[in-house]
């Protein structure tokens, strides 16, 4: 097979039949075996660089969105075209709109371990592989949520900001109190890999008692850890300190509502890692205003990015973080080289290792 010279200017490298992909510097004149494609990544971020290289080695051609600002469904939409893969970072809505036109797709790998903005069985229908990136972010999430539980338990932001403010004055053995966590009972909700992570590391540290309530019950966390499976309301009535672990998803939309909050004890502690939506924040507001609850730490809020004015920002109580739960140096790098292997995979007509949706290699699909 021989190519016109128009391709030859385009086109870099070659994918073998097999599904081998190397690097050409000459235009291949031998066998009409040989399939060439160069696969277009759209990525809609800035990727840390040991994903990037790993792309560029395999051959593929990298467009990065690198403003500093939210696409539109309609700009994702429109810089998708001519694309091969999405490497989707960020809340880009993978909804059916977006399927519709975007159809050609041959995969999208998300950067991400939560997938609640895209419509697998959509993304199933129209063919399309989504992978996301599980294992590599878990330690680093629960301790964002170790983090966030020890600093509401101590007052921790609040105290700070009291400094910057010109309050510390004199030393007062009956101001500044927090709590001890030592004995306590930590309640998680959702006994995935990251809430098991937390549960650990909070036995191990504080001789927590763990209970915890999940869509069924995970044997390894009694066996290990002694972990008690509770419903839903024993986990809002025995927790001291309670940590959202699960997805977003129409269940969990809004639980941790009024309701909710008014079942717990007023010495604990409300902890969000996981996604904003699944608390109200007005509730939360008023639980936390009204001492119905002690304190809390959300490092995801509905929306986000959260506005500078939000009430939330200035209690004595609450400790905020801006979505940093998977932000180390060493586990972006490692997320970013998880969604390239799943990129990789795409393009050679492998299956994704972190395939979200697996039927997709089964079905007929709506092309
Ligand atoms: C995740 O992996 O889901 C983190 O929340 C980053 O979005």
Redesign the pocket.
Known sequence: MFLKPANRLRVKYWIYLTGHCKKQKIICRHSCSILLLTMNVLITRSLPQKGLDLLKAAGCNVTQYTEKRELSPAQLIELCQGQDILLS???NHIDEDFLKACGHLKGVA???????KVNLEGATRYGIPVS??PDV?TQT?ADTAFLLMLAVSRNAFAMSRSIEQGEWHFYDPTANLGLDLYGKTLGIFGMGRIGFDLATKCKAYFGMNIIYHNRKPRTEAEQQLDARYVSFDELLQQSDVLSVHAGLSAETKGLFNHAAFAQMKSSSIFIN???GGIHQEEDLIKALRNKTIWGAGL??TNPEPMREDNPLLHMQNVCVLP?I??ATVETRNN?AVKAAENVIAAIKGQPMPDILNPEVYSKKHAG
Request: net charge negative; no cysteine.
């Open positions: 970072s960020g809340p998300l950067l991400s371990v939560g997938h609640d996301n990136t972010i999430t890692t996981a996604r490092d995801v979505h739960g998977s997320m």
